[in-house]
């Protein structure tokens, strides 16, 4: 099994790991969202230079707890798409420089299919097919997974993902950034069935709704309007708006999330991302999984939110299978899911 030094650098958490098969041999996170906080969410530039002065940092913390030396890691990995473009330069560049130093193969790595990856920082997955419920301030989609590479999408958001209607949500109640946490913690006291709000269904241009897909805007309108309507009352009773958004962003997430999985006879039903760490979701998703006879796996919480040890479970499993990505491979700030196996071609696809 190869060991693997993956580095982290898609948004605003600079990260390194070291990574033996599924077991970090040793990992750090260096956060930035303090800085980023000031503005009420990322600001691509800033995070590009925190990234340049993190890493290095990083990388050599990593390398001494692990007890190994460079030498003795089989590839270098970084994620190359998709994300902030500057961001994602770092990491490459940092990646592709070591690798040729180093002489060894170097891996561009699809964060999504790093988010994929982190449940296997934990249980072990039963055999697939199995369909993913990925959760993050970039992305809400359904995926099928029949094996490393093998992607469907059969749902996603049309407008904010998940992550992101949870910070500017928060924005509006005066939480601060990020805004999944801060809205847990104010929501832990809260009535979560105190506002009705709406489920945000798509329509299908044929007539009727999209059973797998999301919209999270309509949500966000109707949380402005009972900010807007309860504001002259005096103050605002921030616990229970916050409980009640939380529960239905939880209520559409494991609704649509288990149809599509009994639609789809996938017994397994995988949680990763970022807002996977939402203990509100991760309860209902539980509670209705055993309901339905459904399996569930869940990213351990240390793996929700970005790392590096993710990218490098990624990276471990296509060196097993033999690939490494050109060391000429640029970033894709836009890259679908679908498109991963592209990142192992001969010739760079960009
Ligand atoms: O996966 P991630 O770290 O970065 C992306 O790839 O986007 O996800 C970050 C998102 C943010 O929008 C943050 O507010 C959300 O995950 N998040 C949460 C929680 N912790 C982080 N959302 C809800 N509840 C949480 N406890
Ligand atoms: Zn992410």
Redesign the pocket.
Known sequence: MPTVLALET??D?SAAAIVHDRRVLAGAVASQVEEHARWGGVVPEIASRRHVEALPQLIEQVVASSGLSLSAVDAIAASVAP?LVGALLVGSVTGRTLARLHNKPFLGIH?LEG?LASVQLGEDLPPGPYLVLL?????TELIRVDGPGAYQRLGRSHDD????A??KV?RLLGLGY????A??AAAAAGDPGRFALPKGRVSRPGGGFHPYDFSFSGLKTAMLRQVQALKPEGSLPIADLAASF?QVVAEVLVERACRCATDHQLATLVLV???A???R?RRHLEQTCASRALQLRVAPLAY???NAAMIGVAACQRLVRGQNSAIGLGVAPRLALEQADGLYATAPPF
């Open positions: 898609s948004c958490e994300g964060h988010h959760v993050s301030g970039g992305h993902a998940a992550g992101e949870f910070d928060a990020p805004g999944g946490p809205i847990q939380e991302g970022g807002v760490a939402n203990l979701l929700c939110t970005d």
